[in-house]
């Protein structure tokens, strides 16, 4: 099952476009950490402040590669003065999507 972590992010409106440059080198740094499937940066397309990071991995133990990529150590110390508030980190497990399914009928 794949392991998903979805990180949102509000920048200080100063700090957006460092923040964004930043982003973009821990994507091209992380995609290439064994067991990571990708490591997604997006920008909110209303708020140039709002960013949102979707890491997937194999599998739940695979972030280990994550945290001991010597980048990982360096990385909040820069971003998190950057932030106007702190980082909503979530887990998930995505649904497997490779069978067909029955949906329940309704009857609520």
Do not use: G
Not at 31 to 37: A, M, V
Not at 62 to 80: A, C, G, I, M, R
């Amino acid at each position: 099952m794949v392991y998903t972590i979805v990180v949102h992010l509000r920048a200080l409106p100063e700090h957006a476009e460092t923040l964004s440059l930043k982003l973009i080198e821990a994507s091209r740094i992380y995609r290439q950490d064994r067991e990571t499937i990708d490591w997604h940066v997006m920008r909110d397309t209303a708020d140039p402040t709002k960013f949102c990071i979707v890491e997937r991995y194999e599998k739940e133990s695979s972030q280990e590669f994550h945290l001991n990529n010597p980048y990982w150590k360096t990385f909040d110390p820069y971003v998190l003065p950057l932030l106007a508030e702190p980082m909503d980190l979530r887990r998930f497990e995505e649904l497997d999507t490779s069978k067909d399914v029955q949906v329940p009928p309704k009857t609520w």
